[in-house]
């Protein structure tokens, strides 16, 4: 199946700081999506991207599909922003989603 | 519009017992899916539904069973619970299993195997 890996595991950033989420993954894909699972456990979706760049205010998203990556950009952190952010991928059956370990940011004042 | 609901949130249960994690949506949606997140792992894919009365397995499907008799509703049976199968159990759809589709995950359903 398709793997797919995350970086960084860990992220400690101040409050306002930009920071950058990769996700590459090991063969074609059409499906991507990013979920972001806040401190109480519940699963957000951020971006379905299978191709190209999306933005949703602070938040954006590039997928370089020809390279198996995809970037989170974060930018002017917020302390709500804490929590794990997940890319999750799918090939054949779109929606059989392979995820990633997650990327765990906290974001402190 | 509730999205997708699960229930219970919590659940202890002894070795062996039985029973049934419930999920419903009230979208429409097509495509039904059950994952399980252990500590410091992304989620784990279960069993999945592309329709009514259509069902396959997920990555891990070992020792659970499901059905899919409605659109609506997507419950996961676990036969005779065990330790390694305390974990966090999403419940997720969306319109088909074909591409483009955003995936909605319930809140989640925490069950503990003593």
């Known amino acids: 199946g398709i793997q797919v890996e995350q970086s960084p595991p860990d992220l400690i950033l101040q409050e306002g700081a930009n920071s950058t989420l990769r996700c590459n993954f090991s063969d074609s894909v059409n499906n991507l999506q990013w979920f972001h699972q806040n401190p109480w456990g519940q699963l957000i979706n951020l971006f379905y991207?299978?191709?190209g760049t999306k933005q949703n205010g602070r938040l954006s998203a590039t997928t370089v599909a020809t390279e198996r990556y995809s970037l989170l950009y974060i930018s002017s952190s917020q302390t709500t922003d804490s929590g794990v952010y997940f890319c999750?991928?799918?090939?054949?059956?779109?929606?059989?989603?392979?995820f990633g370990t997650g990327t765990r940011l906290q974001v402190t004042l | 519009n509730a999205g997708v609901t699960q229930t219970p949130k919590f659940q202890v249960l002894k070795t062996g017992q039985s029973m049934t994690l419930q999920c419903a949506q009230d979208?429409?949606?097509?495509?039904m899916s059950w994952y399980r997140q252990d500590p410091g792992m992304g989620l784990r894919l279960i069993h999945y539904?592309?329709?009514?009365?259509?069902?396959d397995q997920g990555e891990v499907p070992n020792g659970y069973n499901v059905s899919r008799s409605t659109t609506e509703d997507f419950p996961l049976r676990l036969l005779s619970a065990a330790p390694s199968q305390t974990s966090v159990y999403f419940c997720?759809?969306?319109?088909?299993?074909?591409?483009?589709?955003?995936?909605?995950f319930g809140e989640g359903s925490w069950l503990t195997v003593v």
């Open positions: 997720a759809s969306s319109w088909s299993s074909s591409g483009g589709n955003t995936i909605y």
């Open positions: 539904s592309v329709g009514a009365g259509i069902t």
């Open positions: 991207i299978p191709s």
């Open positions: 999750a991928v799918a090939g054949g059956t779109a929606s059989k989603l392979t």
């Open positions: 979208m429409n949606h097509e495509y």
